[in-house]
T-cell receptor, first 117, second 116 residues
Framework: AQKITQTQPGMFVQEKEAVTLDCTYDTSDQSYGLFWYKQPSSGEMIFLIYQGSYDEQNATEGRYSLNFQKARKSANLVISASQLGDSAMYFC??????????????FGQGTTLQVKP | GAVVSQHPSWVICKSGTSVKIECRSL??????MFWYRQFPKQSLMLMATSNEGSKATYEQGVEKDKFLINHASLTLSTLTVTSAHPEDSSFYIC????????????FGPGTRLTVL
């Protein structure tokens, strides 16, 4: 069963507008962490934002915020005021802190975001 | 922030030769490093988990004898693709964590391997 699901293979957004990238997850662990990474065409994976399962507030980092809805098991990334440099592939990932905590990340399929001028 | 480097950034080799890729944590000690493989426009596929001073743990379906991983120190892990074939051509990325319970994985810039 897919543990991390990103249902949007590709997204377009107009420059300066906000965009939401969807991510749903599946885990039986009570303790887990959710991550978003950006991968531009150069290939490097850039860490954007982290949300812990026990965090009560939604995480924010500059123009990035994570809309965490625990009951729905969703962790959507919101990018405000999109810039041309935001065009990239975005990955949602989860780390489970349970008994099998190996530090491994489980990645979603990714969403390609294109920002239009 | 935490910086991870990879060397080389790209490599072209002949079929049948071996290629070594290095992954270094530059400003922290990495108790655990991970090796991923990525095909174009696809997600990252975890190949193995590498812990300093112990044998790597390979994911199901990854050939241990083909992809040799060594984590000799807290700042260096190497991936050797032995007897490379064209189907081994891919983008290989490493990542590292320090071992703290809420640690973020920091990724290297990746190595693009092309086997002719």
């Amino acid at each position: 069963a897919q543990k991390i699901t990103q249902t949007q293979p590709g997204m377009f957004v107009q420059e300066k507008e906000a965009v939401t990238l969807d991510c749903t997850y599946d885990t039986s662990d009570q303790s887990y962490g959710l991550f978003w990474y950006k991968q531009p065409s150069s290939g490097e994976m850039i860490f954007l934002i982290y949300q812990g399962s026990y965090d009560e507030q939604n995480a924010t980092e500059g123009r990035y915020s994570l809309n965490f809805q625990k009951a729905r098991k969703s962790a959507n990334l919101v990018i405000s005021a999109s810039q041309l440099g935001d065009s990239a592939m975005y990955f949602c990932a989860m780390r489970e802190w349970g008994s099998s905590n190996t530090g491994k990340l489980i990645f979603g399929q990714g969403t390609t975001l294109q920002v239009k001028p | 922030g935490a910086v991870v480097s990879q060397h080389p950034s790209w490599v072209i080799c002949k079929s049948g030769t071996s290629v070594k890729i290095e992954c270094r944590s530059l400003d922290f000690q990495a108790t655990t490093m991970f090796w991923y493989r990525q095909f174009p426009k696809q997600s990252l596929m975890l190949m193995a988990t590498s812990n300093e001073g112990s044998k790597a743990t390979y994911e199901q379906g990854v050939e241990k004898d083909k992809f040799l991983i060594n984590h000799a120190s807290l700042t260096l892990s190497t991936l050797t693709v032995t007897s490379a074939h064209p189907e081994d051509s891919s983008f290989y990325i490493c990542s590292a964590i320090t071992g703290a319970s809420t640690d973020t994985q920091y990724f290297g810039p990746g190595t693009r391997l092309t086997v002719l």
